[in-house]
């Protein structure tokens, strides 16, 4: 990715063909289903599947009694398709539909190895919904014998992107129809989840909060790099866009009050008052506000805590880091300080911000320690700046750092970090 190859440059509008991989990454993410291409006996055939990215690989799930996909490797392209709205012009010519598209042309070959093929199918399950994988049975040695998954390598893969979803565009017209009076714009559209409805044989179990707050990854609509919640993997840390699956690990690694003491929000100390609190985040992100990620301690695999980018202004280019909270048992760990340099690495040199800033409540010692440790300069203090749970003002100190100044705490920070 990120080069154009002669197969991926679209012969039409190549101006929306993007070949970064965040691109492409957030629309196979975002997607359900994609249509698998190749020729069968000569015949080119299509085939609507299931699909899930790992990394820079794409895996692809069918059956085994499907011939061609027991003689991968064979060449394939696989298309996938977000609709986002109906475009209307004055005249029928110039009607269209706007779109989000991957096309990706390689070999496709069939995962043999065992853990890689379970792998897959997990990331199957997790592309459906967030969470699923742990929730359900495994696969028997029948059932994964009569599986197959095919895998493409994403080295050749475009993206197209339609421009008509920001309010106030122009449709493309002939300057001979727009006096005509025919109504012409963009109506947006969007899928939606509804409730869920449980089996009838289900037996006394709730639903699961992953489908009661389910939403699609990017559901919003099409952002750029400085909206989304990359994963950033650290020795002790990973970092991973917040969702409902994370919600129980938080209400048992840091639901407890003295974790969210000096945070606006209530003590999330229900199930009920966590799924708010992750809704509530990503009710910001689906608005552009902020980015939220859950904090993964990658000795056990669990969620322990939260963090978000906020104030995001590409224009300036700076950003915020905030909305912190880690359970306690992690507080003297490094997970927190490797999971700052993970957004502040990611902040400066990936998304080019020339500032990052943080906020935090005056009373709020042991957070001002932890920002100054990692070099940010105290710039000053908005008086009477926010009303805090109880009702009090709260005066708010500020921290910054640039770009310039980066680098050395850069290789400050991580050199403690590998001691």
């Known amino acids: 990715m990120d080069a154009p190859s002669p197969r991926t440059v679209p012969t039409r509008y190549a101006d929306r063909a993007r070949y970064d991989s965040d691109t492409i990454s957030a629309i196979l993410d975002e997607a359900l289903v994609a249509h698998l291409g190749l020729v069968i006996d000569g015949a080119p055939r299509v085939i609507p599947t299931l699909h899930a990215r790992i990394g820079d690989t794409l895996y692809l799930h069918g059956s085994t009694a499907s011939r061609p996909l027991r003689e991968a490797p064979t060449p394939v392209c696989v298309t996938v398709t977000l609709l986002d709205g109906l475009v209307f012009a004055r005249s029928g010519f110039n009607h269209s539909v706007d779109y989000r598209s991957v096309m990706v042309h390689g070999h496709a070959r069939t995962v043999t190895d065992r853990d890689e093929k379970l792998r897959a199918l997990d990331a199957l399950l997790e592309q459906a919904a967030a969470g699923r994988a742990a929730d359900c049975r495994p696969p028997s040695g029948k059932e994964l014998a009569a599986t197959a998954v095919l895998a493409v390598p994403l080295a050749e893969a475009s993206a197209k992107i339609g421009d008509r979803l920001v309010p106030g565009a122009v449709v493309e017209d002939e300057p001979e129809d727009v006096p005509l009076s025919y109504w012409a714009g963009f109506l947006p559209l969007r899928v939606v989840p509804g409730a869920p409805v449980a089996s009838a044989d289900l037996a006394d179990i709730a639903t699961p909060s992953y489908l009661k707050t389910y939403r699609r990854p990017g559901s919003a609509g099409p952002k750029n790099a400085w909206f989304r919640a990359p994963v950033l993997e650290g020795r002790h840390v990973r970092l991973e866009a917040l969702g409902p699956q994370h919600v129980d690990d938080l209400l048992a690694t840091a639901s407890d009050a003295e974790v969210h003491e000096h945070i606006p929000h209530p003590v ?55 909305y912190t909270f880690l359970g306690k048992a992690w507080w003297r760990s490094p997970i927190n300080t490797e999971a700052k340099v993970l957004l502040l690495s990611h902040a400066f040199e990936t998304l080019g911000t020339e500032r990052v800033t943080w906020h935090t409540d005056i009373r709020n010692l042991r957070s001002q ?18 009303k805090r749970r109880d009702g009090s003002w709260r005066d708010t100190v500020i921290y910054g750092m640039t770009a310039p100044e980066w680098p050395e705490h850069r290789d400050r920070l991580r050199a403690r970090l590998e001691n």
């Open 268 to 322: 999330p100390g229900t199930r009920e008052q966590m799924e708010q609190l992750v809704a509530a985040a990503l009710a910001d992100a689906d608005r552009g506000v902020r980015v939220p990620f859950a904090q993964i301690d990658r000795a056990t695999g669990r969620a322990i805590g939260s963090t978000s980018y906020y104030e995001i202004e590409p224009d300036r280019p700076s950003i915020a880091i905030g």
């Open 369 to 386: 320690q932890a920002i100054e440790r990692l070099g940010a300069v105290r710039e000053g203090v908005h008086r009477r700046h926010k």
